[in-house]
């Protein structure tokens, strides 16, 4: 199903087939189904951002952006038929907000040269842009998460000594939950502690068999890599088997505030990773609420702003945008192609002052991409949740991953995929 977002302002019935000098994103989104509580408030982010742009700046280089979405419900299958449905319409580049359709959409979008932003989800392996030379995760990525999470039980143990600690992976049994496995197994052998896996079916509304699991076991920390309604099922069975909650720990995807506050006040000690910042005391939210909300032009109710999702998902716009924009100066001209718009990810350089012009100073650190990275950095903190301010704190500085065991991880799985799909590795300068 498509909806069609007023993106350049009041759009006229005569814009159901936009003209040919706006420039077309698609955005698959899930505002239906159990996951829509974590779908809705990033499919409106998203929208609102380049709403934004359109009504403050003229669109980018004075193109407007005509945003169209794709509702999919969180269905693979429903998702990769977004994109196959509308490949030949020349939309810039696609964000499918899903790691299982991700990895459906990699082949044909490799194909038509078509870029697609997955940040912080997808295939982790595709940072390595000598093999996937159309795939960005900026700023970082599962694996980069996974190592953060160890890292930081590693400084809060005695003696930094994980031997004879016992770490269990709650996770959604899809390819976005398996996809930290390798990294935590590769962790578990180096630092010497056990490794246990608890998978909770599609959508996790029963999970009582695993935390009571986890609680005979003797787990020490449990991981949790959830979604939709599976995080507050989490949260709530973790506190009925007596599981200590400052001993929950989740990855980005299972820290929507309105998951946790639904265990209330018994949500004291939750943790959870992030690669950015919450909250809304950044310039762009005073442009926002000028030009967006107070103009009645949000996507949504803006009922979510500043939080983690909500946030999640203007990163992602802004990302997609500067692509737009890198691409249009590269190229010296505004109407640029999908393949154009994949060179200009591949060359953005997100700097501490670009961050300043663009109202995000501090929202995240800085990161760079190139021909062979496309992934960033990958930096990323620990964040605790707030009870009696309903929100997030960030409690470490950024973590930098573990380079020497990840980045053999990639190499090896990128070349797998390559020799799968009888790719050849292009050659980069860096």
Same mark, same amino acid.
């Given at each position: 199903?498509?909806?069609?977002?007023?993106?350049?302002?009041?759009?006229?019935?005569?814009?159901?087939?936009?003209?040919?000098?706006?420039? *077309?994103? #698609?955005?698959? +989104? @899930?505002?239906?189904?159990? =996951?829509?509580?974590?779908? &809705? /408030? !990033?499919?409106?982010?998203?929208?609102?951002?380049?709403?934004?742009?359109?009504?403050?700046?003229?669109?980018?280089?004075?193109?407007?952006?005509?945003?169209?979405?794709?509702?999919?419900?969180?269905?693979?299958?429903?998702?990769?038929?977004?994109?196959?449905?509308?490949?030949?319409?020349?939309?810039?580049?696609?964000?499918?907000?899903?790691?299982?359709?991700?990895?459906?959409?990699?082949?044909?979008?490799?194909?038509?040269?078509?870029?697609?932003?997955?940040?912080?989800?997808?295939?982790?392996?595709?940072?390595?842009?000598?093999?996937?030379?159309?795939?960005?995760?900026?700023?970082?990525?599962?694996?980069?998460?996974?190592?953060?999470?160890?890292?930081?039980?590693?400084?809060?143990?005695?003696?930094?000594?994980?031997?004879? *600690?016992? #770490?269990?992976? +709650? @996770?959604?049994?899809?390819? =976005?939950?398996?996809?930290? &496995? /390798? !990294?935590?197994?590769?962790?578990?052998?180096?630092?010497?502690?056990?490794?246990?896996?608890?998978?909770?079916?599609?959508?996790?509304?029963?999970?009582?068999?695993?935390?009571?699991?986890?609680?005979?076991?003797?787990?020490?920390?449990?991981?949790?890599?959830?979604?939709?309604?599976?995080?507050?099922?989490?949260?709530?069975?973790?506190?009925?088997?007596?599981?200590?909650?400052?001993?929950?720990?989740?990855?980005?995807?299972?820290?929507?505030?309105?998951?946790?506050?639904?265990?209330?006040?018994?949500?004291?000690?939750?943790?959870?990773?992030?690669?950015?910042?919450?909250?809304?005391?950044?310039?762009?939210?005073?442009?926002?609420?000028?030009?967006?909300?107070?103009?009645?032009?949000?996507?949504?109710?803006?009922?979510?702003?500043?939080?983690?999702?909500?946030?999640?998902?203007?990163?992602?716009?802004?990302?997609?945008?500067?692509?737009?924009?890198?691409?249009?100066?590269?190229?010296?001209?505004?109407?640029?192609?999908?393949?154009?718009?994949?060179?200009?990810?591949?060359?953005?350089?997100?700097?501490?002052?670009?961050?300043?012009?663009?109202?995000?100073?501090?929202?995240?650190?800085?990161?760079?991409?190139?021909?062979?990275?496309?992934?960033?950095?990958?930096?990323?903190?620990?964040?605790?949740?707030?009870?009696?301010?309903?929100?997030?704190?960030?409690?470490?500085?950024?973590?930098?991953?573990?380079?020497?065991?990840?980045?053999?991880?990639?190499?090896?799985?990128?070349?797998?995929?390559?020799?799968?799909?009888?790719?050849?590795?292009?050659?980069?300068?860096?």
């Amino acid at each position: 199903m498509f909806r069609s977002i007023a993106l350049a302002g009041a759009l006229m019935a005569g814009l159901a087939s936009q003209a040919a000098a706006d420039l *077309l994103v #698609i955005a698959q +989104v @899930y505002r239906t189904g159990p =996951y829509a509580n974590n779908g &809705i /408030p !990033t499919a409106d982010a998203f929208s609102d951002y380049f709403t934004l742009l359109n009504e403050r700046d003229g669109g980018i280089g004075g193109e407007k952006i005509i945003v169209e979405e794709c509702e999919f419900g969180y269905d693979s299958d429903r998702g990769l038929a977004c994109y196959m449905d509308n490949r030949d319409r020349g939309a810039l580049a696609w964000s499918p907000l899903s790691t299982g359709t991700t990895y459906k959409m990699i082949p044909p979008t490799m194909e038509d040269g078509v870029p697609m932003v997955t940040m912080g989800y997808g295939r982790a392996s595709a940072v390595d842009g000598e093999v996937f030379g159309n795939i960005f995760n900026p700023p970082a990525n599962y694996w980069h998460g996974a190592n953060a999470q160890i890292n930081y039980i590693k400084d809060v143990t005695p003696d930094r000594d994980m031997s004879g *600690l016992t #770490i269990g992976l +709650v @996770y959604h049994n899809s390819a =976005y939950g398996r996809e930290p &496995i /390798p !990294t935590l197994k590769k962790l578990a052998e180096r630092e010497g502690f056990t490794l246990k896996l608890y998978a909770v079916d599609h959508p996790g509304k029963e999970q009582q068999a695993q935390w009571e699991a986890v609680k005979a076991d003797g787990v020490d920390w449990a991981l949790l890599w959830g979604w939709g309604v599976m995080n507050p099922t989490a949260l709530r069975t973790a506190l009925k088997v007596d599981f200590p909650m400052e001993r929950v720990f989740g990855v980005w995807w299972s820290a929507n505030e309105t998951d946790v506050m639904r265990v209330g006040r018994r949500a004291k000690g939750y943790k959870a990773i992030n690669f950015h910042a919450v909250g809304t005391e950044f310039s762009a939210y005073n442009d926002l609420n000028e030009h967006v909300y107070f103009a009645g032009r949000a996507a949504g109710l803006a009922n979510n702003l500043g939080t983690a999702i909500y946030n999640r998902g203007l990163l992602t716009a802004a990302i997609m945008a500067e692509g737009i924009r890198n691409a249009q100066k590269m190229h010296g001209t505004a109407q640029i192609t999908p393949q154009q718009m994949r060179d200009g990810l591949e060359a953005l350089d997100i700097t501490e002052e670009r961050l300043a012009e663009l109202g995000f100073e501090g929202f995240i650190p800085p990161f760079k991409m190139s021909c062979a990275n496309h992934g960033g950095q990958g930096l990323v903190a620990v964040t605790e949740f707030d009870v009696r301010l309903r929100g997030w704190r960030q409690i470490t500085d950024y973590y930098a991953p573990d380079r020497e065991l990840i980045d053999p991880l990639i190499r090896a799985d990128a070349d797998s995929f390559a020799a799968e799909m009888g790719i050849e590795r292009r050659a980069c300068a860096d």
